[in-house]
């Protein structure tokens, strides 16, 4: 079964301060890779997807993150973080048809001014 | 472009009563699903449908019913309320293969 590992439940990062935030995951196949941002009391929003090709996948509101296989990891990462990227972040995995995801427990992220 | 609509926000329901959380999506999407997001659980799959007519459970389906007679809706189901079931709802929609679109979600309380 597919399952996906986010170690850090919380993180504090400075304002201007570059982020990393880490995800495992266990799958059979070439797994197909989510980032999903959730303000508070909001829906979750996609970030960035890896399906195959490039194992460096860019996304919305400056974020990126590397597939590497041997690792079994898909960490996201941001250069510089703002304070409105306070939120929680979630990494999942589907099938191959990009359905029928399973999520980590999440990082929720707080940016110190 | 409305996306994916669902009613209500919030619930309050004493244990044993029954009712349905609705969900519409108008982007004319096969593939939809419901998830419940607890804390410290990240977000779980309970019951998905790839078409109208079509349904199937996921990881936590016990508890809750499911029926898709229209692409547009897909309404779950709460038998006989149990405090187990207090969380947050949150519905999905998605051409397959695509990505997921959901909804803002519906916050549920059962005492």
């Known amino acids: 079964a597919q399952s996906v590992t986010q170690p850090d439940i919380h993180i504090t990062v400075s304002e201007g301060a570059s982020l990393e935030l880490r995800c495992n995951y266990s799958?059979?196949?070439?797994?197909?890779l989510f980032w999903y941002v959730q303000s508070p009391g909001q829906g979750l929003q996609l970030l960035l997807k890896?399906?195959?090709?490039?194992?460096l996948v860019q996304g919305i509101k400056g974020f990126e993150a590397e597939f590497k296989r041997s690792q079994s990891s898909f960490n996201l990462r941001k250069p510089s973080v703002h304070w409105s990227d306070a939120a929680e972040y979630f990494c999942a995995v589907g099938e191959s048809s990009g359905d029928k995801l399973t999520f980590g427990t999440g990082t929720r992220l707080a940016v110190r001014p | 472009n409305a996306g994916v609509t669902q009613t209500p926000k919030f619930q309050v329901l004493k244990t044993g009563q029954s009712m349905t959380l609705q969900c519409a999506q108008d982007?004319?999407?096969?593939?939809m699903s419901w998830y419940r997001q607890d804390p410290g659980m990240g977000l779980r799959l309970i019951h998905y449908s790839v078409g109208a007519g079509i349904t199937d459970q996921g990881e936590v389906p016990n508890g809750y019913n499911v029926s898709r007679s229209t692409t547009e809706d897909f309404p779950l189901r709460l038998l006989s309320a149990a405090p187990s079931q207090t969380s947050v709802y949150f519905c999905?929609?998605?051409?397959?293969?695509?990505?997921?679109?959901f909804g803002n979600g519906t916050r549920l309380t059962v005492t």
């Open positions: 982007m004319n999407h096969e593939y």
């Open positions: 890896y399906f195959s090709g490039d194992t």
């Open positions: 999905a929609s998605s051409y397959a293969g695509a990505t997921l679109h």
């Open positions: 799958y059979g196949a070439t797994p197909y």
